[in-house]
């Protein structure tokens, strides 16, 4: 039966993206305008920047971006939620720091990145993770509010150690707001990375886009898009969904 049920889920998956170019390919016939190019076109054009290497060569610098700025987001994200969540004193006290960061436009962190540390991958960097960084916080808070007591005293009179204590009452308590913030963070993070690399860096997926759109090369923004896209839900469906399955594989 569960094996039928992923056929079944596969099928539907497969059927709704054939159906989505479909919709996409009839849209294109109808318009017949550049402005709206056939699946086809945008392929080839895909394949012709793959062997040209420019695609691979700015999808990998903007994925190094990606993975520096969303790693210290989630490192710093982390350990700051857990000890706001944990002390209610410091939550009180920065509370209203977080309302400011969430609510400051990401264009504006972006710009004033720009302007006080110039043009450099260090302010890129920092933009990123500025604009990141209260999400996860306030999400690994609330995870931290939500542990159990309970079992935080059992593991206490059962003397466990601070890492045993970790592994086995925390983490699988906390696991569930981490993967929220990591999935909530792919998808936000590398919009974020599109702007800053558009407004202040010659490389990159934004870059190249920015170009693009100068051009009205749609064509080519569609397929450094789609290839950017396939390349997170590659990361979704290859790491996040296993990791998922293996830290809540005690759970019937």
Not at 118 to 123: K, N, Q, T
Not at 136 to 145: K, L, M
């Amino acid at each position: 039966m569960p094996s039928s049920g992923r056929f079944r889920n596969q099928l539907l998956a497969i059927s709704s993206i054939a159906l989505l170019l479909t919709i996409w390919q009839l849209l294109a016939l109808a318009l017949h305008s550049p402005t709206l190019p056939t699946p086809a076109v945008v392929a080839i054009t895909f394949w012709q920047a793959v062997l040209s290497g420019e695609l691979p060569y700015h999808l990998g610098v903007t994925l190094l971006r990606l993975l520096v700025s969303f790693s210290l987001a989630m490192l710093m994200g982390c350990a700051i939620g857990v000890v706001l969540g944990k002390n209610k004193t410091l939550d009180a006290f920065f509370d209203n720091w977080l309302v400011i960061f969430l609510n400051i436009p990401a264009l504006v962190t972006i710009i004033l990145c720009y302007v006080w540390f110039g043009l450099v991958e260090s302010a890129a960097i920092l933009a990123v993770v500025v604009n990141k960084l209260p999400n996860v916080i306030v999400t690994i808070r609330e995870g931290a509010r939500s542990l159990d007591k309970d079992l935080l005293e059992m593991a206490q009179n059962y003397r466990f150690s601070k890492r045993k204590t970790f592994a086995y009452v925390i983490w699988p308590q906390l696991h569930p707001f981490v993967m929220a913030a990591t999935r909530s963070g792919l998808a936000l993070i590398w919009k974020i990375i599109l702007v800053v690399e558009l407004l202040g860096r010659s490389n990159g997926m934004g870059y190249q886009l920015h170009i693009f759109f100068q051009l009205f090369d749609v064509a080519s923004l569609l397929a450094y898009s789609f290839a950017f896209v396939a390349v997170i839900q590659i990361i979704e469906v290859g790491f996040l969904k296993p990791l998922d399955r293996k830290t809540l594989r005690w759970r019937r």
